[in-house]
């Protein structure tokens, strides 16, 4: 059984939750406001699979609580919820390091689609991400050091090159939108017919793969942004685009 934390101020919408993700196999505690959801995360003697966390929290925001979360566990999956639903809200959250956002009013069979989906990236598997290190279809990315590279050759990108490849392929099977690439990447927002990101990912592609490996490994998804796909078929893709190449990605903690 999977054990979740919701942390939010609405009473109800915790009873309703609880009530409705228990009957779908979930072990769910609450709390009601940032400071306690963080004693609880603190107190508990196992850490909680997934953690569902409202923006707007008294005592310490959601965006305290996601900093603090952070700071001793980059990979424990994160849902943030939010009455704000601008795409700047959302960049805010991903940018601190949210694995997802929801706005509200959402229904509940949403969010445990979004659930499932993170716990299947969060399970061991082919697709490992330590601290500071990511590894991917035989990809290696060192955070610390700012290297790429295969078993048998380094790959020299820029600090910018290496940031938008690091977040699609720490995002694998994702799209991951153009407004979260130029927040978390180029430090600032897209502006009308900057094409800097696409030039980005244009040479990211010559630098990685050969001919037309970097274009299928590194999708543009129209209107949206770009999504790193892995090699060969996945597993469910008869899922549909949404949930296509999930199962094989997955973090170890």
């Known amino acids: 059984m999977k054990t979740v934390l919701i942390i939010d101020d609405d009473h109800e919408l915790c009873d309703l939750l609880s009530n409705y993700l228990s009957q779908e196999g979930f072990d769910c505690s ?3 406001d940032g400071h306690g959801g963080l004693e609880i995360l603190i107190g508990q003697a196992a850490v909680p699979d997934l953690v569902i966390l409202d923006v707007m929290l008294p005592k310490k925001n959601g965006l305290e609580v996601l900093g603090a979360i952070r700071a001793s566990n980059r990979h424990l999956p994160v849902i943030m919820l939010s009455a704000k639903g601008e795409p700047v809200d ?3 959250g991903l940018e601190m390091g949210a694995d997802d956002y929801l706005p509200k009013p959402f229904e509940p069979r949403e969010l445990l689609a979004r659930m499932r989906a993170l716990l299947r990236r969060s399970a061991v598997g082919p697709y490992r ?6 590894t991917v279809d035989g990809l290696v990315l060192d955070e610390n050091s700012l290297q790429a590279s295969f078993p048998d050759r380094a790959i020299n990108l820029t600090p910018v090159e290496f940031k938008v490849l690091w977040l699609l ?3 694998a099977g994702r799209n991951v939108s153009r407004k979260v690439l130029f927040a978390q990447a180029l430090g600032r927002r897209e502006q009308v017919f900057d094409r800097s990101l696409d030039m980005h990912v244009s040479r990211i592609r010559k630098k990685v793969w050969p001919g037309d490996e970097g274009a299928r490994r590194i999708r543009n998804i129209r209107g949206e942004g770009y999504r790193y796909s892995f090699s060969g078929p996945t597993p469910d893709e008869a899922e549909g685009e949404g ?3 999930s199962r094989r990605a997955s973090v170890q903690k």
């Open 169 to 171: 392929a720490s995002n």
């Open 30 to 32: 609450c709390a009601f």
């Open 243 to 245: 949930g296509r190449e």
């Open 90 to 92: 959302r960049v805010v």
């Open 129 to 134: 991400h330590d601290v500071g290190r990511l």
